[in-house]
T-cell receptor, first 109, second 115 residues
Framework: GQNIDQPTEMTATEGAIVQINCTYQ??????LFWYQQHAGEAPTFLSY??LDGLEEKGRFSSFLSRSKGYSYLLLKELQMKDSASYLC??????????WGAGTKLIIKP | KAGVTQTPRYLIKTRGQQVTLSCSPI?????VSWYQQTPGQGLQFLFE???????NKGNFPGRFSGRQFSNSRSEMNVSTLELGDSALYLC??????????????FGPGTRLTVL
């Protein structure tokens, strides 16, 4: 079966750095997405990786290793507004997005 | 441009009833996907429509159905509602299927409660 694993919850301190991991087993691979979802709101797109390596976008970076079925989202200089759930999703060979259950990130002052 | 809109935002139904949810994608987007989101389960893919055709389908029973109109608006129908159908139903649109442009834009969702 297809499976996406990510930690259920993480806690970090304002101004610090946090890394949210995602491992996957899917039927084929057409890219990995990270989305942010604040409580009660719709998910919003953060990043897309289809090749191995690091993609940097401001305070957020996303890394992919296809051979290991592994990705992480790195958030730097954490702000209180970064408190949200972070969703990892993989597009399989049928162009269907398979979603992880999400990681709830709690930022403390 | 306007984002993805979903109606209604909230809905309360009783077991056995049926419900229809509506989604209007971003103007120009031809792909509409539907998801069910429940606490702890993450997003579960229901189906995807592209140019009025169902292009992909998740592992949900036949009680869940959908369609897409020529203007790309989509509807999702759930018949014979069960308590377990209580969830947030999200609709997402995207412009095309090119690998690097598959970002999905989500609507605010419809919160369905089945009593």
């Amino acid at each position: 079966g297809q499976n996406i694993d990510q930690p259920t919850e993480m806690t970090a301190t304002e101004g610090a750095i946090v890394q949210i991991n995602c491992t996957y087993q899917t039927s084929g691979f057409n890219g990995l997405f990270w989305y942010q979802q604040h409580a009660g709101e719709a998910p919003t797109f953060l990043s897309y990786n289809v090749l191995d390596g690091l993609e940097e976008k401001g305070r957020f970076s996303s890394f992919l290793s296809r051979s290991k079925g592994y990705s992480y989202l790195l958030l730097k200089e954490l702000q209180m507004k970064d408190s949200a759930s972070y969703l990892c999703a993989v597009m399989d060979s049928n162009y269907q997005l398979i979603w992880g259950a999400g990681t709830k990130l709690i930022i403390k002052p | 441009k306007a984002g993805v809109t979903q109606t209604p935002r909230y809905l309360i139904k009783t077991r056995g009833q049926q419900v229809t949810l509506s989604c209007s994608p971003i103007s120009g987007h031809r792909s509409v996907s539907w998801y069910q989101q429940t606490p702890g389960q993450g997003l579960q893919f229901l189906f995807e429509y592209f140019s009025e055709t169902q292009r992909n389908k998740g592992n949900f029973p036949g009680r869940f159905s959908g369609r897409q109109f020529s203007n790309s608006r989509s509807e999702m129908n759930v018949s014979t509602l069960e308590l377990g159908d209580s969830a947030l139903y999200l609709c997402a649109s995207s412009g095309n299927r090119e690998l690097r442009n598959n970002e999905q834009f989500f609507g605010p969702g419809t919160r369905l409660t089945v009593l």
